[in-house]
């Protein structure tokens, strides 16, 4: 059991690296955006099954009887441990870019949509002149506006970013369940096994105290029967 625990979590490892590393190549890929938050979300989701995992082996670690074991076990936990802090700081330090670069792009599609004019008018006192109380005034209402339209992206953003991350998440609890299920199966048959054996040795075990009270029955009624033929032939004889 302490193998396959110890197993899991090598794979989780090494599965977290690989993610991290795609995920790294698409952060100042602005176009990959969509396939970033699945991935963001799939590295969240293995990093709580990692340490679900880590805590299990740890616990059986603790219950471990024979020293030598025991002390190597905990070696792979401490390992354990400062991998996952490498990994998550590093995930920590990506998503912290995406989180600049989303925000540096909803910032320039925004501005990019105000549509300054280029030129100047001919007649800057026309109907498409602004004079600067006129700016002045209006500018304030325009800001606020694009400020809201900017949270409202970066609201937009991090809400997908969290569905994502919650559907990886029951994607990878529901393999969990799945892989929890194969070993509970393969320790219940060793169980059964195991109980079999026992079973078998104990209808032997019965088999031969049957047998033993058998023959003590017939060692005790043999003696009764050679006393008794004593007797009659002491007393024949007198």
């Given at each position: 059991m302490s193998n396959t625990l110890y197993n899991h979590c090598t794979k989780l490892l090494q599965s977290i690296q690989k993610d991290l590393d795609e995920?790294?190549?698409?952060?100042e890929d602005e176009n990959n955006t969509i396939s970033?938050?699945?991935i963001q979300g799939q590295i969240s989701a293995s990093f709580l099954s990692l340490n679900r995992s880590i805590e299990?082996?740890?616990?059986?670690?603790?219950r471990e009887l024979i020293p030598a074991k025991k002390n190597k076990a905990t070696v792979r936990v401490q390992e354990f441990y400062q991998k996952h802090s490498q990994l998550s700081e590093h995930f920590e330090r990506l998503k912290a870019q995406v989180r600049d670069a989303a925000h540096a792009k909803n910032r320039r599609e925004l501005f990019g949509r105000r549509g300054y004019p280029s030129a100047?008018?001919?007649?800057?006192y026309g109907e498409n002149g602004m004079t600067d109380a006129e700016l002045v005034e209006n500018g304030p209402p325009n800001l606020?506006?694009?400020?809201?339209?900017?949270?409202?992206?970066?609201?937009?953003?991090?809400?997908?970013?969290?569905i994502d991350?919650?559907?990886?998440?029951?994607?990878?609890?529901?393999?969990?369940?799945?892989?929890?299920k194969t070993i509970l199966k393969s320790t219940k048959k060793k169980v059964l096994d195991v109980a079999n054996t026992l079973g078998i040795s104990r209808t032997t075990?019965?088999?031969?105290?049957?047998?033993?009270r058998q023959d003590k029955v017939i060692f005790y009624s043999g003696?009764?029967?050679?006393?008794?033929?004593?007797y009659l032939i002491v007393r024949w004889l007198r």
């Amino acid at each position: 059991m302490s193998n396959t625990l110890y197993n899991h979590c090598t794979k989780l490892l090494q599965s977290i690296q690989k993610d991290l590393d795609e995920f790294e190549r698409g952060v100042e890929d602005e176009n990959n955006t969509i396939s970033l938050a699945g991935i963001q979300g799939q590295i969240s989701a293995s990093f709580l099954s990692l340490n679900r995992s880590i805590e299990d082996y740890n616990s059986m670690v603790k219950r471990e009887l024979i020293p030598a074991k025991k002390n190597k076990a905990t070696v792979r936990v401490q390992e354990f441990y400062q991998k996952h802090s490498q990994l998550s700081e590093h995930f920590e330090r990506l998503k912290a870019q995406v989180r600049d670069a989303a925000h540096a792009k909803n910032r320039r599609e925004l501005f990019g949509r105000r549509g300054y004019p280029s030129a100047t008018p001919d007649n800057p006192y026309g109907e498409n002149g602004m004079t600067d109380a006129e700016l002045v005034e209006n500018g304030p209402p325009n800001l606020t506006r694009q400020e809201g339209l900017l949270h409202e992206n970066d609201f937009l953003g991090r809400a997908e970013s969290q569905i994502d991350e919650y559907l990886e998440r029951g994607r990878l609890l529901l393999g969990d369940l799945v892989e929890q299920k194969t070993i509970l199966k393969s320790t219940k048959k060793k169980v059964l096994d195991v109980a079999n054996t026992l079973g078998i040795s104990r209808t032997t075990l019965s088999a031969i105290n049957r047998r033993s009270r058998q023959d003590k029955v017939i060692f005790y009624s043999g003696a009764a029967f050679v006393f008794f033929c004593f007797y009659l032939i002491v007393r024949w004889l007198r």
